[in-house]
C-alpha cells in the first residue's frame, strides 16, 4: 500500500487549506485513515482519524477547525482534511495513514505553512 499526501503549501492565518490523501495498491475495504502532523522540533500527533465508512473521530483540540472525510466517490483509497481557521502553530508537515488488517502504511506527508 502506497500513500500520497497532498494539498499543502503557504496560507495566511485565518486561511483554510484542504489536503488529500491518495492510497493505492491493496487497500482494504475496510480501513481507518489518520491524520497527524508534526511541528518542527516537536512529535508526530494525532489530529483525527475517519474510517472507509466516514465515521470520523478528532483529537478533542482540533474538533471545529478540522474536519476530515473520505471521498464519496472513492471512499476506500481516497480521503480529506478540511483545515479552517489555521494559525501560525498550525504550521506543521501533515501525514496520512491507512490502518487495515496486515499494517499500517504511511505517506510521506505535506508541508502546511501559516503566516501571521
Known amino acids: 500500500v502506497q500513500l500520497q499526501a497532498s494539498g499543502g503549501g503557504l496560507v495566511q492565518a485565518g486561511g483554510s487549506l484542504r489536503l488529500s490523501c491518495a492510497a493505492s495498491?491493496?487497500?482494504?475495504?475496510?480501513?481507518?485513515m489518520g491524520w497527524y502532523r508534526q511541528a518542527p522540533g516537536k512529535q508526530r500527533e494525532l489530529v483525527a482519524t475517519v474510517t472507509s465508512g466516514g465515521t470520523a473521530n478528532y483529537v478533542e483540540s482540533f474538533e471545529g477547525r478540522f474536519t476530515v472525510s473520505r471521498d464519496i466517490n472513492n471512499p476506500v483509497k481516497r480521503g480529506f482534511l478540511q483545515m479552517n481557521s489555521l494559525k501560525p502553530e498550525d504550521t506543521a508537515v501533515y501525514y496520512c495513514?491507512?490502518?487495515?488488517?496486515?499494517?499500517?502504511?504511511w505517506g510521506q506527508g505535506t508541508l502546511v505553512t501559516v503566516s501571521s
Open positions: 495513514n491507512i490502518r487495515q488488517s496486515g499494517g499500517i502504511y
Open positions: 495498491g491493496e487497500v482494504g475495504g475496510l480501513n481507518v
